[in-house]
């Protein structure tokens, strides 16, 4: 048996010898960090500006901020479909599930998943073309969007770490499956604040159906300062509570904002380290400008015809047209300097398919539902980009939260989760143009060449606009956090 040892704990300590070789390593550890912070190798501190020593107005905490290195993207649009869009239905061909239509899996004997037993093999009710010079086949699901094939760039070996919806999107808006963490959005405000002070830097666009699954939680702050978080409007829902009230004329509103400018002025003087009083400070000034500012980008009247009929505003399928105003807002926010703005197609609904993509029982009526309100309004959100010259800056991501099954779940004419292996595309700056980076196999069932998850997939957002995903920190709690946690590749193959 182990002998354990009588003397007390610490009692080395007592010993002079002990206790000047433990405090020798203990300056080492002090030498060695300061060696480190002027190699630049720390972690990097909380960025949140603060104002410069002897100047009281402070720097607005979205001020734009340099990039770590020279970035291709100056800003993003993340277009985020909920529901689990089928990738086997839209963008990955697989001619031997066409072949074995029918038939079992080869290897699996009983396949249980999500929802329970998987019945056979089963090709997608829509036909595969290629498409433009790449060549590349796609679904006639979504005509618009295959025709723009040549500027896409997918990624087909994308894997998640869940096949649940809820944290499903909090991985792909987060990086994390749990609530209370930043998503990507308030990742990049921080890093990089915005070009336009008259506008948020970070907004969320709700579907005209609703909020995805899990709402505000896909565009939070998280740990990060309140001025980082999403602000969350659609082109039918504007931003509450803007108007001046009608009994108050405009001279005598823009007289009490300026006094109370002095008073904050005053107060920022005699406290000059108060970060928070400088955010909620920048955050009051922030919604007195978006008084004139959020009207004015909102107001889609002052788009032409052809502009109109583009992104199908007077269709006869309402939502459509709904959708269509939402993806004309998200070009008129980013034209005007919005740094990231996430568009979101779906909302969260109970029953299966209903209002998103989760097509568990009747994947063909439920996606040709879905299928159309997706395609015209975004192809031509990506062609307006392009011609107004828009699309060389900005990062175009297409995402939705885990793809599907190769084969129909038994009784049903529909397809399970799986997060296995699915589909994701880029375009824009500083991405390849036309081209295919992994794959699943032969079915789609599950990536098996190029592998590659979420935390890859953010760590190349963010080199595209300059930022080291490593570097992109914040402490929470004694921990420094980023938004790829302790993992993340850049995917450099993708890159142009």
């Not at 579907?207 to 309140?226: I, K, S, V």
Request: some cysteine; aromatic content about 8%; charged content about 20%.
């Amino acid at each position: 048996m182990r002998q354990h040892s009588t003397v007390p704990v610490g009692r080395h300590l007592l010993d002079r010898r002990g206790f000047l070789a433990h405090m020798a390593t203990g300056i080492g550890g002090i030498a060695l960090s300061a060696m480190l912070a002027e190699e630049g190798l720390l972690a990097d501190e909380a960025a949140t500006p603060v104002p410069s020593p002897g100047h009281p107005r402070p720097v607005s905490p979205v001020a734009a901020r340099p990039p770590h290195f020279a970035g291709k993207a100056k800003r993003v649009l993340h277009i985020f479909c909920t529901g689990a869009v089928s990738h086997l239905d839209t963008w990955d061909y697989k001619p031997e599930l066409i072949k074995r239509d029918g038939q079992p899996m080869p290897g699996v004997e009983k396949l249980i998943t999500f929802q329970g037993e998987n019945g056979n093999l089963a090709r997608s009710p829509w036909a595969f073309r290629p498409r433009g010079q790449s060549g590349k086949f796609l679904s006639d699901l979504l005509p618009h969007l295959a025709a723009c094939a040549d500027e896409l760039c997918f990624i087909h070996s994308l894997t998640s770490k869940t096949n649940t919806h809820g944290p499903g999107e909090m991985f792909l808006s987060t990086g994390f499956t749990l609530e209370g963490f930043p998503s990507i959005g308030a990742w990049v405000s921080y890093a990089l604040g915005t070009e336009n002070q008259d506008l948020p830097a970070y907004v969320a666009i709700p579907d005209p159906r609703g909020d995805p699954q899990q709402g505000p939680a896909n565009w939070t702050n998280g740990f990060l300062p309140a001025a980082y978080q999403g602000t969350s409007f659609n082109a039918e829902k504007p931003i509450n509570h803007l108007a001046r009230p009608p009994a108050i004329g405009a001279g005598d509103d823009r007289a009490a904002r300026d006094f109370l400018r002095l008073l904050n002025d005053e107060h920022l003087r005699r406290h000059p380290g108060d970060t928070d009083l400088a955010a909620r400070i920048a955050a009051y000034e922030l919604a007195a400008r978006m008084q004139t500012s959020a009207p004015e980008v909102g107001d889609l009247s002052r788009e032409g015809p052809a502009t109109r009929a583009l992104y199908g505003l007077d269709h006869d399928n309402s939502l459509l047209a709904a959708f269509g105003r939402n993806c004309l807002l998200a070009r008129r926010l980013l034209e005007r300097g919005v740094r990231f703005v996430t568009l979101f197609n779906g909302a969260f609904a109970m029953g299966e398919g209903a209002l998103n993509w989760d097509g568990h029982r009747r994947i063909r009526s439920d996606y040709l539902r879905h299928g159309p309100i997706l395609d015209q309004p975004a192809a031509a959100l990506l062609l307006d980009l392009k011609s107004r010259g828009l699309l060389d800056e900005t990062l175009v991501v297409w995402t939705t939260e885990f793809g599907r099954m190769p084969t129909f779940q038994k009784g049903t004419q529909g397809r399970d989760h799986n997060p296995k292996g699915f589909t994701a595309w880029l375009a824009g700056a500083g991405v390849k143009h036309g081209f295919s980076f992994g794959a699943t196999d032969e079915f789609g069932y599950q990536a098996v060449e190029k592998v590659v998850d979420v935390h890859d997939f953010h760590a190349t957002i963010l080199h595209l606009l300059g930022l080291d995903h490593q570097r992109l920190t914040y402490n929470h709690n004694g921990t420094s956090r980023r938004l790829t946690d302790v993992h993340g590749h850049v995917i450099r193959e993708v890159l142009a």
